[in-house]
């Protein structure tokens, strides 16, 4: 099971850190991504890790602004959004998959977490 928190109001330009912290799987053998859908729109990748941490991607909307990292021994894996826009405002949810390779298809991943809201304003 993931939880996925951290998410909130802020203004833009700011910056918030998401977290999604697994219970009742190992993520160390996981590869772990996040999405976010905004209000009408689909659910649209944002970025992934491998199960080691040393491999990412990230959508181009949020490269340079955002970052995906892990702690295994925490369970958790991060999201770290800088320089927020309202473009980014959205539902954002973790996502995991039991693999060696990271993913960016939605399909790909198994286990998701309740989402989180980000909203932004200009």
């Known amino acids: 099971q993931l939880q996925a928190f951290g998410g909130g109001s802020v203004q833009a330009g700011g910056s918030l850190r998401l977290s999604c912290v697994a219970s009742?799987?190992?993520?160390?053998?996981?590869?772990m991504a996040w999405y976010r859908q905004a209000p009408g729109l689909e659910r649209d990748f944002v970025a992934a890790?491998?199960?080691?941490?040393?491999?990412?991607y990230y959508a181009d909307s949020v490269k340079g602004r955002f970052s995906i990292s892990r702690d295994n021994a925490k369970n958790t894996v991060y999201l770290q959004m800088n320089n927020l826009k309202s473009d980014d405002t959205a539902v954002y949810y973790c996502?995991?998959?039991?693999?060696?390779?990271?993913?960016?298809?939605?399909?790909?991943?198994?286990?998701w977490g309740q989402g989180t809201q980000v909203t932004v304003s200009s």
């Open positions: 009742g799987l190992t993520l160390i053998s996981y590869a």
């Open positions: 890790i491998n199960w080691s941490g040393d491999s990412t």
């Open positions: 996502a995991a998959k039991q693999s060696l390779q990271l993913y960016s298809n939605s399909r790909r991943y198994d286990s």
